[in-house]
């Protein structure tokens, strides 16, 4: 299982880092472009969403515990979807999706040239405050709760972040309220003015 586990972080992180797709292209291959990562297959490595690697509350119920923390049911990985998607943010993360022992597709952003330690703890402080919001009454009638994701960092410079369906990035709900102004969006503009 940690040789499996291991060879599949190296190919992760080639896949995270590579920079040599071209600036324009969307989409690419990943059977072509990292074939030994599209080789991984059948691993004995759980699929890392948030629900598999998030520690079950004890408060649930006493069958909960008999169980332990962790989902005994978490899909594992069973292989890849061949189109990896290239985001068009300045480091250009990769949208990859592993297909699941279950049947299931799982969505990940392949996220280069950043530490995503300080994103992990703060998904961890999110988990924690969503805990504190369930032990209120009045919090759980009206559902509060705080959206987490999972982020797996495969080293100090990338790392895998979950995806998060129907969510928009601010930057694109920050563009979407300067062009109603028919204002210019550029880096340089956001600058200058604040």
Known sequence: ???????LIDQLRKCCNDSSIDRHEKRCSMRARWPTLYNCTRM????????NVTVT?????????????????????DGWEDVVEVMSSMCRPKKVT????DAGRYTFLAKPKDDLRKDARMMEFMT???????????????????????????????????????MLPLRDVIRKYWDSFKLPFTHSDVKLRY
């Open 57 to 77: 509350d004890q408060a649930v119920g006493a069958a909960r515990e008999l169980e332990g923390p962790f989902a005994p049911d978490a899909p594992t990985m």
């Open 44 to 51: 004995p490595v759980v699929v890392p969403v948030y629900a």
């Open 98 to 101: 592993v297909k699941g022992s």
């Open 128 to 166: 924690t405050v969503n805990r504190l919001l369930r032990k209120s009454i009045n919090c759980r009638r009206q559902r509060l709760a705080l959206r987490c994701y999972a982020v797996t960092p495969l080293d100090e410079e990338c790392g895998l972040v979950e995806w998060v369906p129907n």
């Open 1 to 7: 299982v940690l040789k499996s586990a291991s060879r």
